[in-house]
C-alpha cells in the first residue's frame, strides 16, 4: 500500500473546526483514502473514505485534492470528545484484508 | 458500543503462563483480525480470518496461536510469551462482500507480561 504521512500532533481549540491534513504523494489510481480514529482506550473506528469527490457525513467532511496526493479530514465544531488519535490509511477497493495504519495524528481540543 | 466485545479486558501473566484471549462479534460479519498494539508504534495485524480460514499471518511468532472456531469468535491463545508480547491486542471485524470492509474494532485487552 502507499504511504500516507501526517503531522504527529495538533492542537483545537473546543467548537472551532479542525483541519487534518494527510499527505499521500504516491497514491494510485485506485487507493481510496479512509480515515479511522481511536478514542483514549478504545479500540480504532471508522470515521470517513473517499476516492476523487469530497465526502461528508455525520461525523466528519473530507476534502481530496484535485491530483489525489493530498487530502484533509474536516471536523466542522471539535468537541471534547473528538481528542484522539486520526489515522489516515490509503486502501485498494477489493484487493485485500490489511488496514496498514501509520503513526497517525493526535488530536488535542482545549476548552 | 461496536458490536465487537472482548474478554478479558485485562490479563497479566508470567512468561510460563498459557492464556487465551477472546473475540466475538455480533455483527453478522464473515471475517475477523487481531492486531497488536505496542506503545510508541503503530497498529500491527496478526492474523486475517476470511469465512473462517486464516488468509493472513504476518511472521507472528508462533507463541500466539489463532483459533477461529466459526464466524462469529476468534481466539488468541498465548504461550510462554516475552515482556515484550506486553501490548494491547486489538480484534476487529468486517464483512467481506462489500468493496469497503471497513473493520469494526474491539475495545482491546491490555496485556502485560510478568
Known sequence: DAKTTQPNSMESNEEEPVHLPCNHSTISGTDYIHWYRQLPSQGPEYVIHGLTSNVNNRMASLAIAEDRKSSTLILHRATLRDAAVYYCILRKYNAGNMLTFGGGTRLMVKP | ?114
Open chain 2, 1 to 114: 458500543e461496536t458490536g465487537v466485545t472482548q474478554t478479558p479486558r485485562h490479563l497479566v501473566m508470567g512468561m510460563t503462563n498459557k492464556k487465551s484471549l477472546k473475540c466475538e462479534q455480533h455483527l453478522g460479519h464473515n471475517a475477523m483480525y487481531w492486531y497488536k498494539q505496542s506503545a510508541k508504534k503503530p497498529l500491527e495485524l496478526m492474523f486475517v480470518y476470511s469465512l473462517e480460514e486464516r488468509v493472513e499471518n504476518n511472521s507472528v511468532p508462533s507463541r500466539f496461536s489463532p483459533e477461529c472456531p466459526n464466524s462469529s469468535h476468534l481466539f488468541l491463545h498465548l504461550h510462554t510469551l516475552q515482556p515484550e508480547d506486553s501490548a494491547l491486542y486489538l480484534c476487529a471485524s468486517s464483512q467481506e462482500e462489500t468493496g469497503l470492509r471497513e473493520q469494526f474494532f474491539g475495545p482491546g485487552t491490555r496485556l502485560t507480561v510478568l
